[in-house]
């Protein structure tokens, strides 16, 4: 499967260092971080599942929005690739303002894709 989808689908896919680039620019940009992934199968449906931002264990148990950084969204994806290995995970950023999803891109493949 060789889907194209997302914002930077002209891309090739996104190293650490640029997706956590991306993540701190919709941080910047006041977007609500939301992580969502679905199996390959389904990947082009609409029907994607969210993955909870929690706190490390060090910290407190819930995470406040001025708490978020792109550190933590970073390691969240991280969390959610390796529960959910074969899924394709995507952060993408709710613009409050405009009551939409102003960027959506992928930041996971599964590896036999």
């Known amino acids: 499967m060789n889907s194209r989808f997302e914002t930077f689908s002209f891309l090739p896919p996104l190293s650490t260092a640029q997706a956590q680039a991306q993540a701190d620019s919709l941080l910047h940009q006041g977007f609500i971080p939301v992580i969502e992934f679905s199996d390959p199968k389904s990947v082009n449906d609409v029907y994607w599942q969210q993955w909870p931002i ?7 148990s819930r995470v406040m929005p001025q708490d978020i950084n792109a550190s933590l969204l970073m390691m969240q994806i991280e969390s959610c690739f390796q529960r959910h290995p074969y899924a394709y995970v995507r952060l993408s950023g709710y ?19």
């Open 95 to 113: 613009d409050p303002e405009r009551q939409t999803n102003a960027q959506s891109f992928i930041v996971k493949t599964p590896s036999e894709v």
């Open 54 to 60: 929690v706190a490390p264990r060090s910290q407190q």
